[in-house]
């Protein structure tokens, strides 16, 4: 079965850059035709979809967040990475990965399984 993880500092202070892992089990994130994400949410708001990562190693993100994103992998270690730069307290929230068998999904049902997310605080 397959599972994902994130880890990463829970907090980050302002203007830095916020740098997040997600761990794949039982799966590879070569596998055909499958999407990995990062997705977010602020306290109080809705899901947000950051950027993806395809299977191929093409990324793609959020045209709101495109110039601060930056999706790689780490094929040795079955790993995609998330970065964030010039963070303010406005990305204060659980981040959360997950597989996706498109680059976004049409809803979030199309997105699964899903990390346990992990709290990111932004904070001087």
């Known amino acids: 079965q397959v599972q994902l993880q994130e880890s990463g500092p829970g907090l980050v202070k302002p203007s830095q850059t916020l740098s997040l892992t997600c761990t794949v089990s039982?799966?590879?994130?070569?596998?055909?035709?499958?999407?990995w994400s990062w997705i977010r949410q602020p306290p109080g708001k809705g899901l947000e979809w950051m950027g993806t990562i395809a299977y191929t190693g093409s990324t793609y993100y959020s045209p709101s967040l495109k110039s601060r994103t930056s999706i790689s992998r780490d094929l040795l270690k079955n790993q995609f990475i998330l970065q964030l730069s010039s963070v303010t307290p406005e990305d204060t929230g659980v981040y959360y990965c997950?597989?996706?068998?498109?680059?976004?999904?049409?809803?979030?049902?199309?997105?699964?399984?899903w990390g346990q997310g992990t709290q990111v605080t932004v904070s001087s």
């Open positions: 039982g799966g590879s994130i070569t596998t055909v035709s499958y999407y």
């Open positions: 997950a597989r996706g068998s498109k680059i976004s999904g049409t809803s979030w049902h199309d997105f699964g399984p």
